[in-house]
């Protein structure tokens, strides 16, 4: 059974460029286990370049594994077949408050010795008062596979 996390309602943030988990896309996890991991999130911000996004993937102490995020980056060139490390930040642009970005964020998680949570963390990636909003109907989905 895939574990999921729906996100009911918008979230937005501005004037910040502190990573903090957002409240509705964590899991919780078993230890010692394998999971593939979907996260799909629409957002919108200021306009490419003013106040952007940072997306980073937090997992439970210990585990071993890489995600990557297909998006538009800062520079409006579409993106995604790199690896990152989890607990290291990607960027993605915005396009103004009135236009929805998709990123679709792609992992591979190994628990190792340790349950706990796969947390989606964001923020502004430039600190501006206009909102960086992520939107209801983004989601995080983990399948066991290990």
Known sequence: MPIAAFKPSDTARNTTVTLTADPDLVIAVAANTVYDVRIVLRYKGGANGSSDAQFQVNVPSGSTGFYMI???NISGLAVGF???AFGSPVNAG???TGNTMQA???AEVNTAGNAGNITLLWAQNT???????VMANSAIVAQRIG
């Open 82 to 84: 790199t690896d990152s």
């Open 70 to 72: 297909q998006r538009i």
């Open 127 to 133: 600190s501006s008062g206009t909102n960086t909003t």
């Open 104 to 106: 679709i964020i792609s």
């Open 94 to 96: 915005t396009n103004g």
